[in-house]
């Protein structure tokens, strides 16, 4: 069993950056998926980036703002977050998988998830 644990949101200003981090407790993560998601009140989860075998995928809405990454060293992800505006308001959850997609913005390919953290953005 995976546990993931993210750290980093809060309440920011239109225009501010945070940066969300996901500490993973397997030594093997370093070869799993990953991916974050957002979820807002009333809508679906959607991914807003992406890692796997190939390039990052981001969604069009934080293209040119948001950076996934990772620090195998400490087996921790994280979500760089620039440029912010209230539509980036959501709880954001981090999850990994064991199998090793290209990517996947799927939220049923992930086995493993964070607990969430909310990011609130004011304008």
Do not use: H
């Not at 993931?4 to 225009?15: H, I, K, R, T």
């Not at 977050?81 to 992930?110: G, I």
């Amino acid at each position: 069993q995976v546990q993931l644990v993210e750290s980093g949101g809060g309440l920011v200003q239109a225009g501010d950056s945070l940066r969300l981090s996901c500490a993973a407790s397997a030594r093997t993560f370093t070869t799993y998926s990953l991916g974050w998601f957002r979820q807002s009140p009333g809508k679906e989860r959607e991914c807003v980036a992406a890692w796997g075998q190939g390039p990052a995928y981001y969604a069009d809405s934080v293209k040119g703002r948001f950076t996934i990454s990772r620090d195998n060293a400490k087996n921790t992800v994280y979500l760089q977050m620039n440029s912010l505006n209230a539509e980036d308001t959501a709880v954001y959850y981090c999850a990994a998988d064991p199998r090793q997609y290209y990517y996947s913005t799927v939220p049923q390919d992930y086995t493993y998830w964070g607990q969430g953290t909310q990011v609130t953005v004011s304008s």
